[in-house]
């Protein structure tokens, strides 16, 4: 194919194999990190991380036993670590012990976040700052000290940033300025690492699901508001968290070996309206 050459690209002998579409998913030998990873999102992941062949390690606050738990069960290799990721020192403790025990780090699946639904009259400056301090603060955190690591030894990583479709719509009918704002910020963060650390054959993007049942957004809500929520989603329900599995996996895997500086939206169309 002259047209390649004359480009630059050299083929690889891989991508000539038939089994390359096949295993061009597959994470076997990767060390995956998932942030708040003990429950929702997160456990879904590292579970969907783990079938496709990576060792998980998860990162929360209060532990991630049953996630460890469900993915042994499952022939996986897993362990929990507990850290705020907006405390820079648990962090990097965190992170070298995960050296110490596990070799590397492949991929940061950077998932931990909350949020807090009030009038922006209502929301005091200290609850912004809480919202903020953790969906973008502490991914900034965690993707600069696993971008560190990668940097220093070589590795080809991936990193994925959890978004929202909130940080490019404005959700109706609750109000949640500080989580949108965080997300908004989490999906240039994630162009900014993209275009910065490409000459180190990092990829950073960024996933942007809609309304996912998960304990934060079907625990913490009232009926009233799911029930507004469900007719303003073109495909009339939320997304399941298994849904994610897929996309993420691309994200991660050579699959998107050209993908990088993205924000993958996966919200039914929501945001198309
Ligand atoms: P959950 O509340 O179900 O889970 C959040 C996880 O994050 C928990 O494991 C929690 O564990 C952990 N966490 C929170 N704060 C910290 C912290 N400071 N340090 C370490 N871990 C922390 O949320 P979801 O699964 O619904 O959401 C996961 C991510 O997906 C979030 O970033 C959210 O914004 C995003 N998202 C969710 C959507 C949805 O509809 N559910 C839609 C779009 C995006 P612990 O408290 O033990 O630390």
């Known amino acids: 194919m002259q047209y390649q050459e004359k480009a630059g690209l050299i083929k690889t002998k891989k991508e000539d194999e038939s089994m390359y579409l096949q295993d061009i998913f597959g994470l076997d030998g990767k060390v995956a990190v998932v942030t708040g990873g003990g429950r929702g999102i997160g456990q879904v992941i590292a579970c969907g991380l783990a079938k496709a062949g990576a060792e998980v390690v998860v990162i929360s606050r209060s ?31 965190a992170l070298a012990s995960i050296l110490e025990r596990s070799g590397t780090i492949d991929i940061l699946f950077n998932n931990a976040g909350i949020c807090m639904h009030q009038s922006t009259m209502e929301a005091t400056v200290e609850e912004f700052r809480q ?52 997300k908004a910020g989490v999906i240039h963060l ?12 990092i990829r950073v993007n960024s996933l942007s699901p809609g309304y996912i049942a998960t304990p934060m957004s079907v625990d913490l809500s009232p009926q009233e508001l799911i029930d507004a929520w469900i007719p303003l989603m073109p495909l009339g329900r939320m997304g399941k968290p298994e849904e994610l599995i897929p996309p993420v996996l691309y ?23």
């Open 251 to 273: 994200l991660a895997s050579d699959a998107s070996g050209y993908t990088t500086g993205s924000d993958l939206i996966v919200d039914g169309a929501y945001s198309c309206q």
């Open 131 to 182: 919202v903020v301090d953790t969906n973008l603060t502490g991914e900034f955190i965690m993707a600069r000290a696993v971008g560190r690591i990668m940097i220093e030894r070589g590795i080809k990583g991936s990193i994925i940033n959890m978004a929202s479709m909130s940080g490019t719509i404005v959700n109706i009918p609750q109000w949640q300025c500080s989580y949108n704002a965080s």
């Open 63 to 93: 532990g991630a036993e049953e996630t460890v738990r469900m993915i042994e069960k499952d022939g996986g290799k897993s362990y929990d670590l507990r850290a705020d990721v907006t405390d820079e020192p648990q962090v990097e403790q």
């Open 190 to 201: 994630t162009k900014s690492l993209a275009v910065e650390w490409a000459q180190y054959g």
